[in-house]
């Protein structure tokens, strides 16, 4: 199972980079919103705002680039890959090669915010790992609601469906972001990142035992 998960990563990372525009629309959204905020403010943003900007760059950039996941699966492809792989197989393989791009993406978000605005976070480490967290969950919903919406051919969902589902852990993320900007006792950062990782390993769950039936239907 992991070996034909490994493949399909690897065949994810393939298509990828055969479709360079896509990427490439995705870096130029990132940097543009970046550059137009940096005029409306004129590069002079508190923490808290800094924050809220970074993941709201962050959300959107993640509905763009995940929201296509199954699209590439469509048709002809997607009887084959039946044939070949288990849909536990297909789901594992999208949300590792998911989390890794909404991971990277969003260090590129991060990288693109210090160059245009002063970022002072006392706990840089602590609000990287808030970073990664926050993908994976991310990447968990996202790909699943792709999967929905790539079988339904009804786009509409994602929005509708996605939001109200990623608020709460968005709001927890946000939070800890926050947090990592103060110093506060150990014991409120376990329980926000154990609050974090729960919500992930919760959507994991959730995405494991429905893809089965959308994959079949």
Known sequence: MLSNILKLVKKEVQLEWRQ????GTIFIYVLGTSFLIYLIFQGNITIPTW???FWII????TVNAVSKSFIKDANEQFYYLRT???PLEIIFSKIIYNALLITVLAFVIYGVMILFFNENIADKGLFLLTIVLGSIGFSNLFTLLSAITARTQNFVLLAILGFPIILPLLLLIVKMSELSN???QQKDIYMNLGAIGLLDVITLI???VLFPYIWRD
């Open 182 to 184: 103060f110093a506060i």
């Open 20 to 23: 360079k525009t896509a990427l």
């Open 58 to 61: 962050a959300l959107f950039t």
């Open 84 to 86: 070949i792989a288990t």
């Open 206 to 208: 959730l995405s494991v």
């Open 51 to 53: 924050i809220a900007l």
